[in-house]
DNA sequence: CTGAAAGCGCTTACAG
DNA sequence: CTGAAAGCGCTTACAG
């Protein structure tokens, strides 16, 4: 059967039924109460001309689509993915769809989804932020209902987060505890540090927090800047390697940076954890499996979903309601990845 | 600045421009030409009064919306990720939004997604299909334009596929060039191969092909049923091993089923590739970076996704055009994991 | 190149 | 519980 021109309406079904658009649409919808009788006359009407409503219209009456956008700066790690999952089956749930942008790490991008939020096709959005200091949220005239999902400092937008300072501070004194001296991070530099990212300057100011406390100096030779992927993982781990520096553990600020990194220690011919502890963050589920075990940061994703379209839902149903504020809990996952203490890694004295 | 509750409309540009709401029109659309002076007018006055065209309106006008659907089993993977992550992009390179949906490898949700597309909320749906015969393509009857992705027997709508009988052959006789005879095949027994999931049947259809061409036999009891997901691929191997039956390579469907199955022979103190070879299938990021690093089967993902959007944009454009198949080229990705020959696994004699 | 009218398909007051 | 009217914001013929 071709696909039809154009497809049955209200009025049509209501014509085939004998009764008022109106009608149809109170069948519809569901709101107003209709008689067993014309209930029935007006589904079978419905099912016979293959009656579809036209969200597009009842968009424009109503300034709902039901649809809601998630943007994000790539879909393809193991965490955004994983949480792009969580979204959808959460927005599912509630009667919800969900439109995803990618950002690419580039705020025109991030501005452009907003932009399109505005244009009614989307009722609200949770925007995972590229950056802290020229995030969207701030040049925006007319923001749509945002919720922002990650450790941004911004007090005039909900949003979810969770302590990553803390956090931070955890996985370095778990490696500590563990024997660890010289811990590499492989999550950014101290001097980009606010300028940057909110989530790694958070997770950095943390190990900067525990290494104070336990009275170890900070060593910034074992601090690098990485792309939030497993190849940028290994190339930021060779980076390490190249340096020709003494190191004991590695923290990588996401689990796929971990798993680039423990790639490169092997091939390194580097033992986990006899010589060098790693540990990762987010506990996807690739990390119970990468070998050994990685030890890691956990939260429950779906937690951290469902309270994002909690905010949401909120935001979209009172525009004026006062600016909350989330953080879910999160845990240090240990696994093998980090059975200290670790024999360490000297490199070999220059020629 | 507080969100408006009524935002300007193309009237309120008129207005202030002192022109037309077709003259807006024609300046926000571009196609119709309109005079240098005018349109500064017009411009400018959409500027002041911050004016964000409603889409929903335009939908209803035109019947197009500018966004397709995109619905897969489970984001979440990483196959689906990188696949999903591709979409996404190609689609915003030509000005196209995308709506996901996971169907959960439920065919209700899979069908409800159809209907969800013929409210007219998407211009068209690229569908990764739950499965082979009970597809929803087949039960509906005013399909929108729908472009199938993944080996689905299916000829009544436009798909794009890579030919999984043969990259199944080629991953097997590559098995057993490395001196492999015994290969266990994470992905789907014999018996329900053709009524289950048709990607899964064709691939399990190639490796037995390969074993005729080879004279080998094929191994029922190396043949085993897998969740699609780093967790299954650990079951499934989990399983084999249970059988206790002698195995020296195993072929895992995905490679995310293969990373499940690297870390269940690791745990089992079983080398790779020294006892077994190990390899994957779709080639994702992750695969170069297990260890060993995984043979796989790859496919540019890229490409893959752009002859469906391609597929679709024409189907969009002409829904009485003959409907087509694109295949795209697999290749072979030979890496550590299956340097032969494998020593072989024996299990212990039972006691 | 610009304008006045009509309508896409739905739902919200307003009557009955 | 049901109906007739109006309008959400845009764009497509149709005139000028």
Redesign the interface.
Known sequence: ????IS?PTMRDVAERAGVSPKTVSNVVTGTVPVSEKTRTRVEAAMVEL?F??????R??RNGR?G?IGFALP?????F???I??SV??AA?ARGL??????T?FEPA?EYDLV??A????IDGLILNPVRLEDSVVDHV?????VVLIGEVEQHSTDRVFIDSRQAGRTAAQHLMEQGARRIAVLGGTTTDMFAKQATLGQRLQGVLDAFSAAQVKAAPELQVDVRW???GG?DAMREILAREVEFDAVFAFTDSIA??A??VL?DYGLRVPEDVLVMGFDNV??AA???P?LTTIGFDHKDYVTAALDLLASRVAD??APTRAVEVAHTLIPRRSTQGPPRGHTPPASP
């Open positions: 059967m071709p696909y039809p497809r293959d579809v409503p036209n969200l597009s219209a968009g424009l689509t649809v790539d879909l393809a790690t193991a955004s993915a994983s792009a999952h959808v089956e599912h769809v969900v439109q995803i942008e990618e690419a991008r932009y399109r505005r244009t009614h096709q005239q007319h923001l749509p209902p992927s497993i190849a290994a798993v680039g423990l790639h092997h589920e690739h499996y990468t070998w075990p525009r004026n």
